[in-house]
Structures are given as C-alpha cells and as structure tokens.
C-alpha cells in the first residue's frame, strides 16, 4: 500500500452534510424542493412541521436558539455567558476571519448557547449547540461554557439537558480545544456524582471530540431520527480502511440496534419525552447515595 495515499487527507465527511442543507430557496415565493424527496415545499408547511418535510420526514438542519424555543417553555430559558468568545490562541492562519464570518451567518457570538430554563415546568440547565458556527465545533469558548453549565447546575441541582450537533474538536485552536474534551468530562461526572441526570439529544451530525466526551456521557442519550453520531465520519473510515461500510452506518438507528444510544425521539414529541424523563427522575436531582 501507498503511505502517501494512506495518509492523503480525505475530503471531510461534514462538508457533504453541511451542504444538503443548502437548500435553493424561491426568493419570490420563499418555495424549496426537498432535498430529501424532491417535493415542492411552502416554507409555512416546514416550519410548521417542526422544520421537518411533511411528505419524507427530512429534518431540516435547524439553529441552537430554534431548539430552545422548541423544547424550553415560552419565555424561561436565561442565558449564561452570552459573551463569552473564543480567540485566537495559536494565531491560526485565517481563524479570526473565520470566527468574524461564523459570528455574521449564525448571529451568535458561539457555537453554543448555555442557560437555564423550565421544560414543562420542571427548571433544567440546557446547552444547545448550533452547526451554523464553524459546524458546531468546540474551542475553549464552548468547553468553558458547557463546564460552567455542568458546575452551576450541580451546584443549584438541577438536571442538564444537553442539544448536540458538531463536527468536533475546533483544529484552529489546537490542544488548547482538545483539552475541554477532558475538561467537560470531567464536569459531568462531578454533576453524575452529586446525584445529577444528564440527558442529551444527539442531533445530526454529531462527531469527533463532542461525541468523544460530553456527547456520550449522558445517562440518558436520545437522538434525532436519520442523525450521523460517530466519532470519525463514514467517508474517512472507508478511505482509511478501504472498505464499504453499511448502509445506513452511524445512524440514529444503527447506533440504536447496538445500544449505543436509549432512543429515536421525533422532533415534535421531544419536547413531551423529555418531560417524561424528568417527571421519572423526581425533577432531575437526587442526593447522592455515596
Ligand atoms: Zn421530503
């Protein structure tokens, strides 16, 4: 075998998912064609569908602020560390520019939004990621604010509930962004400890570092139907190895079958399972037995 070909970089897997979501939108009459079925859509029937295709059920990639309004009761979810940002640590070739541009397409200052707010009345700590900056990756802004999540929610017991979509690890920060790997782990097992549930709602794609530390940590993990979670992506893993994988692998549902995850949960019942799990779990919170 070829060592130069073995180690040629493939094409990111990410890339080809990221672009699906670019949908050509009618300027005019604000109509798309489905990139899942090919169907004519008005954009009032998606939206109201939970950005979801009422024909295929293809999800449409939605922001981390939209999760929130979906899943947090109107009007209660308080944010924490709204200006909390990365730098740049390394001086990485054209990653303030690109941290300036993620900022003006996502409207948010990072990758993800940390806070409290009540789910059906029950008050949870909840992060949700957003792809729309820099594909959801962690840098030490993330890292940080998800810790400071995880801290104040064991500190004020109250359970997390956690929204993930991310290609991984942020490579323009180098070590500095694979520390939070550790560091978030870290975070939640002291809430894990302190008698704390964890739920998290994979969403598509979850990868890399993120599925490689908090992403998996849950005691309950849920995902959406259809979401690549993996920790490299499927066209990588057939490049390296130089086999065809299986359809459908890294699915929601193939990670289902080998009890990687706990369930598929539709994007309109998220909100009500969630509240299920809680009312479950006496609110989320329970002194801890050691
Ligand atoms: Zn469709």
Same mark, same amino acid.
């Given at each position: 075998?070829?060592?130069?070909?073995?180690?040629?970089?493939?094409?990111?897997?990410?890339?080809?998912?990221?672009?699906?979501?670019?949908?050509?939108?009618?300027?005019?009459?604000?109509?798309?064609?489905?990139?899942?079925?090919?169907?004519?859509?008005?954009?009032?029937?998606?939206?109201?569908?939970?950005?979801?295709?009422?024909?295929?059920d293809y999800y449409f990639r939605i922001g981390g602020r939209r999760r929130l309004?979906?899943?947090?009761?109107?009007?209660?979810?308080?944010?924490?560390?709204?200006?909390?940002?990365?730098?740049?640590?390394?001086?990485?070739?054209?990653?303030?520019?690109?941290?300036?541009?993620?900022?003006?397409?996502? $409207?948010?200052?990072?990758?993800?939004?940390? !806070?409290?707010?009540?789910?059906? $009345?029950?008050?949870?700590?909840?992060?949700?990621?957003?792809?729309?900056?820099?594909?959801?990756?962690?840098?030490?802004?993330?890292?940080?604010?998800?810790?400071?999540?995880?801290?104040?929610?064991?500190?004020?017991?109250?359970?997390?509930? !956690?929204?993930?979509?991310? $290609? !991984?690890?942020?490579?323009?920060?180098?070590?500095?962004?694979?520390?939070?790997?550790?560091?978030?782990?870290?975070?939640?097992?002291?809430h894990s400890d302190a008698g704390g549930l964890y739920i998290v709602l994979l969403?598509?794609?979850?990868?890399?570092?993120?599925?490689?530390?908090?992403?998996?940590?849950?005691?309950?993990?849920?995902?959406?139907?259809?979401?690549?979670?993996?920790?490299?992506?499927?066209?990588?893993?057939?490049?390296?190895?130089?086999?065809?994988?299986?359809? !459908?692998?890294?699915?929601?549902?193939?990670?289902?079958?080998?009890?990687?995850?706990?369930?598929?949960?539709e994007r309109p019942h998220q909100k009500n399972f969630i509240t299920a799990l809680?009312?479950?779990?006496?609110?989320?919170?329970?002194?801890?037995?050691?």
């Amino acid at each position: 075998m070829n060592l130069k070909s073995l180690f040629k970089q493939p094409q990111n897997t990410l890339e080809g998912t990221e672009s699906e979501q670019n949908v050509k939108v009618n300027a005019k009459t604000g109509d798309f064609n489905c990139p899942g079925c090919g169907a004519p859509l008005l954009r009032t029937e998606v939206r109201v569908n939970y950005y979801s295709c009422p024909k295929c059920d293809y999800y449409f990639r939605i922001g981390g602020r939209r999760r929130l309004d979906f899943i947090c009761d109107k009007g209660s979810f308080k944010e924490f560390d709204a200006d909390m940002i990365s730098h740049d640590p390394l001086t990485f070739p054209n990653y303030s520019e690109k941290l300036d541009a993620a900022r003006q397409k996502s $409207g948010e200052k990072e990758a993800v939004i940390c !806070g409290v707010g009540k789910i059906n $009345g029950y008050p949870c700590a909840v992060f949700s990621m957003d792809a729309n900056f820099m594909m959801g990756s962690m840098g030490a802004a993330v890292g940080e604010k998800i810790t400071k999540l995880f801290e104040y929610a064991t500190e004020n017991k109250l359970p997390v509930l !956690g929204v993930t979509v991310s $290609g !991984g690890a942020r490579m323009q920060e180098g070590m500095v962004s694979l520390v939070q790997m550790a560091k978030t782990a870290g975070a939640v097992k002291k809430h894990s400890d302190a008698g704390g549930l964890y739920i998290v709602l994979l969403t598509n794609p979850t990868t890399g570092g993120v599925t490689a530390s908090f992403a998996m940590l849950g005691d309950i993990e849920l995902a959406e139907p259809g979401a690549l979670v993996g920790f490299a992506g499927p066209r990588v893993i057939e490049q390296t190895l130089r086999q065809k994988l299986p359809d !459908g692998f890294q699915s929601a549902e193939s990670t289902l079958k080998c009890g990687y995850i706990d369930a598929i949960v539709e994007r309109p019942h998220q909100k009500n399972f969630i509240t299920a799990l809680l009312k479950m779990h006496n609110g989320g919170f329970c002194d801890a037995v050691n």
